[in-house]
């Protein structure tokens, strides 16, 4: 009797050694999923706003950190290469996707100063995928002119203000003959590029915070392309940027 009541104790304990080993995988595959949106492990839901950084057309020039930790705004830590003496062009840095069941409205700020002193200026601008990121005046513009004739005014819609080569100027209207801004500051000959409120800093201040907001329907998708200009003094070097994705009408 002694016999069996060891071999049904045994039998119990070795159940209870499979269970032990057994139990850890079993409940990390509910506790901590993985997946490939972005999102952070604990949530029950998917993020309003899928960013997705183009790691695959900048080899190390670029760095990328995401950080998912709200759901109205994804935090993202880049670090761009400045090339001396050169406008480095990284198009279609970002894809940002609203992955939610309602339109959304977007916009990017810049968290804070870039502390890196290897570069002239830089920016970022988002825009649609099915249009241009920049336009060109289509003719010279004098200082204290009020009206610019670029190319595809279209592009300006919900623009606060534009970038025309390193003037910030403030953007009153947007018609079908040109752009209506305040008075220029400066004169700029026809051909240079104009861009709709961009992001954009300089080495000494930055000029514009945030992006011009965008409205993205279920599904919709922007793009962002960063631009910095390196100086002369210093070989090339890495810029940080720290940026928020906001959805600031949504919550």
Avoid: C
Avoid at 202 to 209: I, R
């Amino acid at each position: 009797m002694k016999y069996y009541k060891n071999l049904i104790l045994n039998g119990f304990l070795f159940i209870a050694f499979l269970l032990i080993l057994l139990a850890p995988p079993f409940f990390s595959t509910f506790l901590l999923p993985s997946n490939s949106s972005g999102e952070v492990a604990g949530w029950t839901s998917r993020p309003l706003l899928r960013v997705v950084p183009n790691e695959q057309d900048f080899d190390d020039l670029v760095d990328f950190v995401l950080d998912y930790s709200r759901p109205d705004q994804v935090k993202a830590t880049v670090k761009l290469t400045a090339f001396s003496q050169h406008l480095a062009i990284y198009h279609r840095l970002f894809v940002l996707e609203n992955t939610s069941s309602r339109e959304l409205e977007l916009k990017i700020l810049l968290a804070q100063p870039p502390k890196e002193r290897g570069f002239e200026a830089g920016g970022l601008v988002l825009f649609s995928p099915d249009s241009d990121y920049f336009a060109r005046l289509e003719k010279s513009a004098a200082r204290g002119e009020t009206l610019l004739k670029v190319e595809q005014p279209q592009l300006f819609q919900l623009a606060k203000n534009i970038l025309l080569e390193e003037e910030v100027i403030k953007l009153l209207m947007v018609t079908p003959s040109g752009l209506i801004t305040s008075p220029l500051q400066q004169s700029h000959p026809a051909g240079s590029l104009v861009y709709p409120q961009p992001i954009y800093f300089t080495s000494q201040q930055v000029k514009n915070w945030a992006t011009r907001s965008l409205r993205l329907a279920p599904g919709e998708k922007a793009i962002v392309t960063g631009f910095i200009k390196g100086t002369s003094r210093l070989p090339s070097t890495k810029l940080e940027l720290k940026l928020l994705f906001q959805l600031p009408n949504n919550f």
